[in-house]
């Protein structure tokens, strides 16, 4: 009897810390690429050009500390003129399209990086960026298989919120515009 009561002492202990480690590893919120009250482009009511540093360094703090952010300001250093949100692999590309909607544009190509099957060594991958709000938002995506397409699961690796300039969209002239998912945007040689 000593024996089995041990053995639900022991599991005990063991669901209480699977939980919290589960709890310090909680995925984002999911208000997390909430734009607020403004249009793209937005995040959490923060937009270049009128926003300011040191608001938007304390609002990623406090949604999330496991993320990087790179804000980059105008002569003032106070006011964005774009910042970065970079990922850890959480985000996939359904969880923009459900907070941005689709995009206007967007290109395939190979990128380098690494895999979660073997993280130490680089390789060519698909990736992909898409842009949104008029090329303002960037949004870089990755997939770790070979496949030549867009697909919803694809990896967030960073997205970028630009400033509207007076030379145009941020995207490169002939970007293709966004078919959906599916193989229509060719392959270029490796």
């Not at 009897?1 to 590893?25: C, D, E, K, P």
């Not at 926003?51 to 002569?75: A, H, M, V, W």
């Not at 949104?132 to 919120?161: A, C, H, K, T």
Request: hydrophobic share 35%.
């Amino acid at each position: 009897m000593a024996w089995v009561v041990g053995v639900f002492i022991v599991s005990g202990a063991f669901l209480t810390g699977v939980r919290a480690i589960a709890q310090s590893s909680q995925p984002l919120p999911e208000t997390y690429l909430d734009p607020g009250d403004c249009a793209q482009p937005c995040w959490q009511g923060i937009q270049p050009g009128t926003g300011l540093r040191d608001y938007f360094s304390t609002e990623l703090g406090r949604i999330n500390e496991r993320y990087g952010g790179t804000p980059r300001t105008d002569q003032s250093g106070e006011i964005l003129t774009e910042f970065e949100l970079i990922m850890r692999g959480d985000i996939h590309l359904s969880d923009i399209f459900a907070a941005m909607g689709q995009p206007s544009n967007a290109i395939l190509q190979y990128v380098a990086g690494t895999t979660s099957a073997n993280p130490s060594q680089r390789e060519l991958l698909v990736g992909g960026t898409l842009y949104f709000g008029n090329g303002l938002v960037q949004v870089s995506v990755v997939r770790e298989d070979q496949e030549w397409l867009f697909s919803p699961e694809m990896v967030v690796r960073r997205i970028r919120y630009s400033s509207p300039s007076p030379e145009g969209p941020a995207m490169p002239i002939g970007t293709p515009k966004w078919h959906g998912f599916g193989r229509d945007y060719g392959q270029p040689a490796r």
